[in-house]
């Protein structure tokens, strides 16, 4: 992404509208499952933070979603449905 979003509603009006969707439910769960962490933007990511620390940041590119897990607590890809490990800890699936 060449521009630098302020913050997650600005990033989701620059993302294909079957990938915002996709953004978007990932963006409430996550907010389900940490209702204390803060949204911002990290990396020019979307991503929530807690106590300080950046959680887990995603994001869509041109084929797929992703998922990127900032703390040292680690994934839980195999509950994410069509996933599938990338480097690292990242996991994309498909809008």
């Known amino acids: 992404m060449s521009f630098k979003p302020s913050n997650i509603d600005d990033y989701l009006a620059h993302v294909s509208e079957d990938k915002r969707a996709a953004i978007e439910k990932l963006r409430q769960t996550i907010s389900a499952a940490a209702p204390g ?6 990396y020019q990511l979307p ?10 940041a995603f994001g869509a590119s041109a084929k797929h979603c992703a998922l990127y897990p900032m703390s040292p607590t680690g994934s839980n890809q195999g509950d994410i449905p069509n996933s599938r490990s ?5 996991g994309s699936f498909t809008a």
Do not use: P
Request: charged share 25%; aromatic share 4%.
């Open 37 to 42: 962490a803060e949204e911002c933007i990290s």
């Open 47 to 56: 991503a929530f933070r807690l106590n300080g620390k950046v959680l887990v």
């Open 86 to 90: 990338k480097q690292g800890n990242s």
